[in-house]
């Protein structure tokens, strides 16, 4: 009965190898693999490489406007777009998403905010999804449907969760 191990929800990746330092405002899109910590501005998609066991790190400081899509989020700033994980996403008390949010696992934390859909996944959809994010068009300051994706609310911009 105490000899069993629990597996525990987590984090893959436990390096971060790059840092968007706070003072750096980017437009444009982001493509990073292994570690990445965001404490910047981003107006553009955030995307980790397909295939890639990757985590994202979104300090309180961090502002991204646009989709984002990694494998293992943790968000602690303001996303405005839809966030997909691939494996888990944590909200931690500052968070802000205005977009769905699309996940196997999640951990959400009291004071964090969402606008939109939480959308629980089978791993079966993970490769669909990052196909998706790949092939979504480049993000502008005006996002507005493709007519590609599905239907998933009043919120603005490109959709890449499959309800």
């Given at each position: 009965m105490f000899s069993r191990?629990?597996?525990t929800a987590g984090i893959h990746q436990k390096?971060?190898?790059t840092l968007i330092a706070q003072d750096m405002h980017i437009r444009g899109d982001v493509e990073f693999s292994g570690g990445l910590r965001l404490?910047?501005?981003v107006h553009g998609n955030v995307t980790s490489q397909a295939g890639s066991q990757s985590l994202l790190v979104l300090s309180e400081?961090?502002?991204i406007t646009g989709n984002v899509h990694g494998y293992d989020v943790i968000v602690n700033g303001t996303i405005v777009g839809d966030l997909i994980a691939d494996h888990f996403v944590e909200l931690q008390p500052n968070a802000r998403v205005s977009g769905n949010i699309c996940y196997q696992q999640l951990r959400m934390?009291?004071?964090a905010s969402v606008e939109?859909?939480?959308m629980k996944r089978e791993a079966a959809q993970v490769d669909v999804a990052h196909d998706s994010a790949a092939d979504a068009p480049e993000h502008d300051a005006s996002p507005g449907r493709t007519g590609a994706e599905?239907?998933?609310g009043d919120h603005p911009g490109p959709r890449l969760c499959a309800g």
């Amino acid at each position: 009965m105490f000899s069993r191990k629990k597996t525990t929800a987590g984090i893959h990746q436990k390096t971060l190898t790059t840092l968007i330092a706070q003072d750096m405002h980017i437009r444009g899109d982001v493509e990073f693999s292994g570690g990445l910590r965001l404490d910047g501005q981003v107006h553009g998609n955030v995307t980790s490489q397909a295939g890639s066991q990757s985590l994202l790190v979104l300090s309180e400081r961090c502002s991204i406007t646009g989709n984002v899509h990694g494998y293992d989020v943790i968000v602690n700033g303001t996303i405005v777009g839809d966030l997909i994980a691939d494996h888990f996403v944590e909200l931690q008390p500052n968070a802000r998403v205005s977009g769905n949010i699309c996940y196997q696992q999640l951990r959400m934390d009291c004071g964090a905010s969402v606008e939109g859909r939480l959308m629980k996944r089978e791993a079966a959809q993970v490769d669909v999804a990052h196909d998706s994010a790949a092939d979504a068009p480049e993000h502008d300051a005006s996002p507005g449907r493709t007519g590609a994706e599905p239907d998933l609310g009043d919120h603005p911009g490109p959709r890449l969760c499959a309800g």
